[in-house]
């Protein structure tokens, strides 16, 4: 199958998809943990229970949109996005903030992450959102090229400092 002919169907999530979105936000906490121990979350056996939990809470909230990528009945990735107003700590106006965006590994290199992308997009900005802000982890070089082949520019280097 090529990127070209697959084509999911991307829809908002459901309380029904919190397996689904827990497996998928264990994943993204496994992912950056990997990329640095000491500033990200550890996986932990409930993680996926308190991160599909969260997700499926946020469904029905009116300044969240949680959208998932279905295939064949399976929900293969997700993203989840807020609308804030203005952050003076951040020195941001209002914004659309992408919080998430994962694709399962078996489905990636499939163009999933842009159309779930544009889908968060057209979502945020029927809501209103002048500007979509979004973070990725300093490791995370693909990322980092995806959301600037979409457009995204950097605008904020976080750093971190351990404390004794």
Same mark, same amino acid.
């Given at each position: 199958? &090529?990127?070209? &002919?697959?084509? *999911?169907?991307?829809?908002?999530? %459901?309380?029904?998809? =919190?397996?689904?979105? /827990?497996? @998928?936000?264990?994943?993204?906490?496994? $992912?950056?943990?990997? =990329?640095?121990?000491? !500033? =990200?979350?550890? *996986?932990?056996? #409930? %993680?996926?229970?308190?991160?599909?939990?969260? @997700?499926? #809470?946020?469904?029905?909230? +009116? $300044?969240?949109?949680?959208?998932?990528?279905?295939?064949?009945?399976?929900?293969? /990735?997700?993203?989840?996005?807020?609308?804030?107003?203005?952050?003076?700590?951040?020195? !941001?106006? +209002?914004?659309?903030?992408?919080?998430?965006?994962?694709?399962? *590994?078996?489905?990636?290199?499939? /163009?999933?992450?842009?159309?779930?992308?544009?889908?968060?997009?057209?979502?945020?900005?029927?809501?209103?959102? +002048?500007?979509?802000?979004?973070? &990725?982890?300093?490791?995370?070089?693909?990322?980092?090229? =995806?959301?600037?082949?979409?457009?995204? !520019?950097?605008?904020?280097?976080?750093? %971190? !400092?351990?404390? *004794?």
């Amino acid at each position: 199958m &090529t990127s070209d &002919t697959f084509e *999911p169907i991307i829809r908002r999530a %459901t309380a029904a998809d =919190f397996d689904s979105l /827990g497996r @998928l936000g264990t994943l993204l906490v496994q $992912e950056h943990y990997e =990329f640095d121990q000491r !500033r =990200f979350l550890e *996986p932990t056996p #409930s %993680t996926a229970m308190h991160y599909g939990g969260f @997700l499926a #809470s946020q469904v029905d909230e +009116p $300044e969240a949109v949680v959208l998932v990528a279905e295939h064949n009945g399976a929900v293969i /990735g997700y993203s989840y996005g807020t609308i804030e107003g203005y952050d003076y700590m951040a020195l !941001r106006g +209002p914004a659309a903030i992408l919080q998430d965006l994962i694709v399962d *590994p078996a489905y990636r290199s499939r /163009g999933i992450g842009r159309i779930l992308l544009n889908a968060m997009i057209a979502a945020l900005t029927a809501q209103g959102a +002048p500007r979509v802000v979004l973070s &990725t982890a300093q490791k995370n070089e693909a990322a980092q090229r =995806f959301f600037e082949r979409m457009g995204f !520019r950097r605008t904020m280097i976080e750093m %971190t !400092r351990e404390l *004794p």
